[in-house]
């Protein structure tokens, strides 16, 4: 399985950014999909969740400025990223939450102050 994710860059806070991830399995109407970050030095955190019914999770202090979505014709879960902030500054990676398969190359996002 190939994860493809893009829409990320460099932007000012308070600037917002689409990421999209196209996901080449089969079955991708079946997973429970999640958004994921990295940060320099740390570890990788899960930022939200998709179910296979659109239900969605996100971690606490990304609720009110993060929203994911997926298009199950286009094998594709995206992440609106609003009011980003210098701590939002990782790379940010989709995988399937049950299970993960081998990770993509993720995409960069950068927040200036």
């Known amino acids: 399985v190939q994860l493809q994710a893009s829409g990320g860059g460099l932007v000012q806070a308070g600037g917002s950014l689409r990421l999209s991830c196209v996901v080449s399995?089969?079955?991708?109407?079946?997973?429970?999909m999640g958004w994921y970050r990295q940060a320099p030095g740390k570890q990788r955190e899960l930022v939200a969740i998709?179910?296979?019914?659109?239900?969605?999770t996100y971690a606490d202090s990304l609720k009110d400025r993060f929203t994911i979505w997926r298009d199950n014709g286009q094998r594709t879960v995206y992440l609106q990223m609003n009011s980003l902030k210098p701590g939002d500054t990782a790379v940010y990676y989709c995988n399937r939450v049950n299970d993960p398969w081998v990770w993509g190359q993720g995409t960069l996002v950068t927040v200036s102050s």
């Open positions: 998709i179910t296979r019914g659109g239900t969605t």
């Open positions: 399995a089969s079955d991708f109407s079946l997973n429970v």
